[in-house]
């Protein structure tokens, strides 16, 4: 994650290159909104750059960064992870705590309001969450849920989340994730997705900012929502103007010419390391979550289960071939400079029940590649070479690098003429239709995590109804995952999560080969720049 802040500012407004082909999503009804007029900055206004992109606006079709980015600044969350913390407290709740062994009771202050003026009150917490499960989107995150039973609403300031198993750990950080927004049930629909722009004209909003100018992946104007209440100190600018720009080149070069304030998301390593030397930056560095990691679709990937030669043996000797050719050290150094580091299991270095499985499993036993290693594999299990192996990357949503990346590890499979690649693109609003419609046999992705747990690396890919909707099923590894959720001993949960990463990474639904860490470039006159602990970067301290 790169955020870059430039101390230059320029009066007039300077319209971004707008997205290439953005294509709304189904529900989005175009996603246009607020007439798409530029507005013009202000004194204290911010001007945020970036090329990430939208799915949409409404909380129960979207689990991706960019539009957690917008998310998180206009929708309320009961809790949140406090500032340089990974401590789940109260956000727009008064309290929050377990009442029993599988009630969650969270208690609101009372006179909340939305932007419009709607009173916020324990129905519109109770509606947010079951239509998440409702409407089961599969670009969504309610598959989170799974632990919820029911709601309960004694009164307009009670919620009592009644869960399914007793000692879940991690339910308070789900809350802090993609299903915890708090919409307005005047303006949801209660079983559809709700339009971008009927969002916007509703002024459905209660975190710290409302939109009031919205253009579908081309501009977005935050105004300080004076009704916010919450654990955010309430925005100390006049606004936040979010553009957004196609290519990388052109963001670096609006930060260089002092026409963008921030640069969020993404700029490559190279335009990072090249505007560190710039006197006006400073370059802080932090943790990071960020993985990246190629997905098997068990239905279409060679030899998959819908295809005319299907064959289980073969398709997992397909994914234990790509294991053993991925060159991690070659993608980190080549690609990013070192910026990312190899990855050789599932969940990431720095939380608890880390390994390095896939370390010893593949490849030459050590972390290298091994071409006899994977060529023997094909061979035990009568795999004929080449195998033809169609594979999808995003060209705009993961960074400027992503065809760089791609390319290379088409490189690395070709190298030993055991696979026939057939590498292609596509932007990220198709690509995030296509990949759940299994139009893809094997693609790309990253994983940005919403909460800050080990957690948040398996309950989305590896449970039988997971957010990957890759056809992977393995009732043990789901169980464990079920289980390591609601075991409160640390050591116990340790293990268990280290046992489910084995099983894992025996079965290949994915191939994790690379971890990102935090960087953020500020300049001196902006102040307040915060990416909280859930790596989510909150506009409202910005100020000059």
């Known amino acids: 994650m790169t955020t870059v802040h430039n101390g230059v500012r320029r009066r007039a407004w300077i319209t971004a290159v ?35 992109k939208v799915t949409t606006l409404d909380p129960a079709g979207s689990y991706d960064n960019g539009s957690l980015a917008v998310q998180t600044q206009v929708f309320p969350y009961l809790v949140n992870t406090a500032p340089g913390s990974t401590e789940v407290v109260p956000d727009l709740a008064e309290s929050a705590e377990f009442t029993s062994p599988t009630q969650y009771t969270v208690t609101l202050p009372e006179g909340l309001e939305f932007a419009n003026g709607n009173p916020l009150t324990s129905s519109d917490v109770k509606f947010s969450f079951e239509r998440q499960i409702a409407i089961a989107d599969p670009n969504g995150a309610s598959s989170l849920l799974y632990n919820l039973e029911s709601i309960d609403t004694p009164d307009e300031t009670t919620v009592v989340f009644n869960l399914k198993t007793e000692n879940d750990q991690v339910f308070p950080y789900i809350l802090t994730s993609f299903p915890g927004a708090i919409v307005d049930e005047d303006v949801f629909a209660a079983d559809a997705l709700t339009p971008d722009e009927d969002i916007v004209e509703a002024e459905a909003f209660a975190g710290p900012y409302s939109i009031t100018s919205y253009t579908f992946n081309e501009i977005i104007e935050f105004t300080p929502n004076e009704a916010y209440q919450g654990l955010i100190d309430a925005p100390a600018n006049d606004g936040v103007i979010l553009n957004y720009y196609a290519e990388s080149s052109n963001l670096k070069l609006a930060v260089q010419q002092g026409d963008v304030d921030v640069a969020y998301r993404s700029l490559s390593p190279a335009d990072v390391a090249d505007l560190s030397g710039d006197d006006a930056l400073t370059v802080h560095e932090g943790p990071g979550g960020e993985i990246r990691y190629i997905v098997f679709n068990f239905h279409t990937q060679p030899y998959g289960s819908e295809t005319e030669d299907a064959d289980e043996a073969k398709a997992l000797a397909v994914r234990q071939a790509v294991a053993s050719l991925i060159d991690r050290d070659e993608l980190s150094e080549q690609v990013y400079n070192g910026t990312y580091t190899p990855l050789y299991s599932y969940v990431p270095e720095g939380f608890i029940g880390a390994t390095e499985v896939l370390k010893d499993l593949y490849g030459d036993g050590d972390g290298g590649p091994d071409a006899a290693s994977a060529e023997q594999i094909l ?22 690098n992503s065809g760089d990346e791609y390319a290379l590890i088409e490189k690395q499979l070709e190298a030993d003429g055991l696979f026939d690649v057939s590498l292609n693109s596509t932007e990220w609003t198709q690509y995030s239709e296509d990949r759940v419609a299994d139009v893809y046999p094997a693609y790309q992705l990253g994983w940005f995590p919403d909460y800050s747990d080990a957690d948040n690396y398996l309950t989305p890919f ?10 992977y099923e393995n009732p043990e590894v789901n169980d464990l995952i079920l289980q390591q959720a609601v075991t409160p001993d640390e050591g116990e949960r340790t293990a268990l999560i280290e046992q489910i990463q084995a099983m894992v990474a025996e079965d290949l639904s994915t191939v994790p080969y690379l971890q990102g860490a935090q960087t953020l470039v500020s300049a001196s006159d902006i102040e307040g720049v915060l990416l909280d602990a859930s790596f989510k970067l909150r506009f409202a301290p910005l100020t000059r």
């Open 462 to 471: 590896f449970l039988t109804e997971n957010f990957l909707v890759n056809h």
């Open 379 to 400: 061979s035990d299990a009568g795999v004929e070479t080449p195998v033809a192996l169609s594979l999808q990357y995003s060209p705009d949503h993961y960074g400027p």
């Open 18 to 52: 707008p997205a290439v082909a953005a294509i709304a999503l189904a529900g989005c009804a175009g996603g246009q909104g607020g007439g798409g007029e530029e507005p013009a900055a202000g004194e204290n206004q911010i001007l945020v750059g970036t090329t990430d």
